[in-house]
């Protein structure tokens, strides 16, 4: 997960109703991240491991909501999710990767969750994806 770029975020919105950031940045680009997506694809070291094939699956985060948004230099941002992961330092570059990528990624992590014997669970509901018809 990496695409270089030198463009960086001109506008980062929290809908917390919705549980979505919204970034947009300075190539007309504009993304809306859900947070479940940023928790599940933290590039903390809790999450993506030391090393390749050391990341950690995270399941039951279909309800995770980002309580504050910590600025980081002028480079990155600090995002604390109301379960109280806030170790991740999500740079220009991976927001915009998780933009660029977000469906390929998000398939790729239910794929993982159901390869681990999870079933990923429609927000609000209580179902799984399968029953809701996903």
């Given at each position: 997960?990496s695409?270089?770029t030198?463009t960086?975020?001109t506008?980062?919105?929290?809908h917390?109703k919705?549980r ?12 809306e991240?859900?947070c479940?997506y940023?928790?599940?694809y933290?590039p903390?070291?809790?999450?993506r491991?030391?090393g390749?094939?050391t ?9 995770v ?28 570059d ?7 990528h977000r469906e ?5 992590y ?5 390869e681990?014997g999870?079933r990923?669970?429609e ?5 799984t994806d399968d029953?809701a018809?996903?």
């Open positions: 997960m695409t270089e030198k960086h975020p506008e980062l919105n929290l917390q919705s979505v950031l919204e970034v947009a940045f300075t190539d007309g680009s504009r993304f991240l859900p479940e940023l928790r599940v933290s903390s070291a809790e999450v491991g030391h390749p094939g990341g950690t699956l995270q399941v039951g985060k279909e309800d909501n980002i309580t504050r948004i910590e600025p980081v230099g002028s480079y990155a941002v600090c995002l604390h999710f109301d379960d109280g992961h806030d170790t991740g330092i999500y740079a220009w991976t927001l915009y990767d998780l933009g660029i390929e990624y998000w398939r790729e239910l794929r993982h969750l159901e681990a999870h990923h669970r927000i609000g509901t209580g179902r029953e018809g996903a």
